[in-house]
């Protein structure tokens, strides 16, 4: 094991996010010696500042939804207000309690966790306030950050999602800037809470990374819901004072609004932490990595946000164990990054995993690809709980299923299956004999693959 009494360990890693712990977890598992260093606190953005807060307000918010729609089910509620200190204290309460889980199982790996701001000072040595921890192998994953545009600065009512979790307050009005999964997600939470809310993206459609059909069908449905948004339209520029701000875009038009909420993507966290000097490689501030998650730097590895490519949590932790697994001599299967599950949490959900129908025709031909949508409004469990929506499959011509998106309330609990399917290169006609069980929203897919093999029961083929 290693610090600055002269002990070496096996592993140390910079940063303690999903990626670092779930690295940690799993090399002390296989017998390894750990350094973990973190300068905030230990789960990273996801836990603290990333996937739970926001998914638990997004839950918040789908209890105002119901609370306001009961009576479409014969049930008489209705919604009296939004108490956001009372949302908060839920939402922090959610991560308190995982936060005290993650430092027992980090206790019980007995991993030496050394808190504070961190520094590659050599290919195999971590500098954390004076006190140096050496490594037979490094893994750096330091994590990301809130990403602006040039020129645009972050303070007073021009926030980013960091911000946005500690709002006390439903702002009346806001401008989300950015129509990818972080702008959506809480442009859904704020309309649900009772906000006037409109999202600015640049591209020409909504969740651009997703299959073109599902961005239609959210924008859809986000029209149903009085959520407004501007696509293929650029931001210039935002001026605030005490009473709001006031946002251009190019194209001559200005939203005013009680907040803007910056959401243009997470930046890597490597400046100034000494990759470079160590004569790590990097790429606009990430570090580029082989399949095996090795940087040009020997026994030097990388993982998570900071590595190009998806910037998802369970994509760090699935690299992190990966890396530790390599280290320790298992030879691990390589990750497929286009066989990642995504979800989206917004109202309704988004799951995809998998080639889109754009990219499996890019990769297969124009004429080597078949889909199907295989439409809510015949699931039986989708029209109990009043959601509208699809599910998509994406499939080689007469091959294996390669793409699957789903949209509907809940979508996001079916992505499981889905990514058994692509990542087993499955076909039709396999999944088709499995039994999904009734009823379940899980019955569509079920129901997507007997249509795609030829044998559709409630669907037109």
Known sequence: MADSDGQVFDVVILGGGSGGYACAFRAAELGLSVAIVERDKFGGTCLHRGCIPTKALLHAAEIADTAREGEKFGVQTSLGGIDMAGVNAYKDGVVGRLYKGLQGLAKAHRLTLVE??????????????????????????????????????IGGRVITSDQALQLDYVP??????GGGVIGVEFASVWRSFGAEVTIVEALPRLVPAEDEAVSKALERAFRRRKIGFRTGVKFSGVEQDDNGVRVSLESGDTLEADLLLVAVGRGPVTDGLGYEEAGVTL?????????????????????????????????????????????????????????????TYCDPEIASVGLTEAQAKEVHGEDGVQTYEYNLGGNGRSQILG??????????????????????ARMGEQVGEAQLIVNWEAFPEEVAQLVHAHPTQNEAMGEAHLALAGKPLHSHS
């Open 283 to 343: 790429d606009r501030g990430f570090v580029p990595t082989d399949e095996r998650l090795r940087t040009n730097v020997e026994n030097v590895f990388a993982v998570g946000d900071i590595v190009p490519g998806l910037q998802l949590a369970h994509r760090g932790f699935q690299q992190g164990i990966f890396v530790a697994e390599e280290i320790a001599g298992l030879n691990p299967v390589p990750i497929v990054e286009a066989n990642i599950p995504r979800v």
């Open 116 to 153: 504070g701001e961190g520094r590659l000072v050599a290919k195999d040595t971590v500098e954390v306030e004076g006190r140096r921890y050496t490594g037979r192998h490094v893994v750096l994953a330091s994590g990301s950050y809130a990403r602006s545009l040039p020129g645009l600065e």
């Open 172 to 177: 009346e009005k806001v401008v989300v800037l």
């Open 387 to 408: 959601t509208q929506g699809f599910i998509k499959l994406v499939r080689q011509k007469d091959g294996p299923v390669v793409g699957v998106h789903a949209v509907g």
